[in-house]
């Protein structure tokens, strides 16, 4: 399991945050992977196959289903909800479309630009 680290109020020591505190939702595939690594959260054993194989595989994510994923990472549906609830998302909705907007932000950057040949280029 791993743990969102805190800071306690009174000895200002980190303290272990579990994934069932609120977190605050993230607004990128990359804050996202910050928050899981940086901060240290700690999830169940099959909540974190999960989010290890979002993060490999954004696609699954952004282009599946509650159902797919679970068969992708072999979780039930409800491990993937709960997860995406772990991550700060009210849905699996919220998430699926935080990994759509990251997948188009990553398609559009390594688009190649193709320039048409000149007229005199051209066959006849």
Do not use: W, Y
Not at 23 to 48: F, H, W
Not at 76 to 95: K, M, Q
């Amino acid at each position: 399991m791993r743990r969102l680290v805190g800071a306690s109020r009174l000895n200002k020591e980190p303290t272990p945050m579990s994934a069932q505190q609120t977190l605050q939702k993230p607004n990128s595939v990359a804050e996202l992977k910050g928050m899981i690594t940086a901060a240290g959260l700690r999830l169940p054993e099959q909540q974190e196959r999960v989010a290890r194989k979002m993060l490999a595989r954004p696609d699954i994510v952004a282009f599946g289903t509650i159902s797919s994923v679970a068969g992708e990472c072999v979780v039930s549906p409800s491990t993937v909800v709960r997860v995406a609830n772990a991550l700060g998302f009210d849905t699996f909705r919220e998430l699926k479309c935080c990994f759509q907007q990251h997948l188009r932000s990553i398609s559009g950057a390594a688009r190649p630009v193709i320039s048409k040949p000149p007229a005199s280029a051209a066959p006849h």
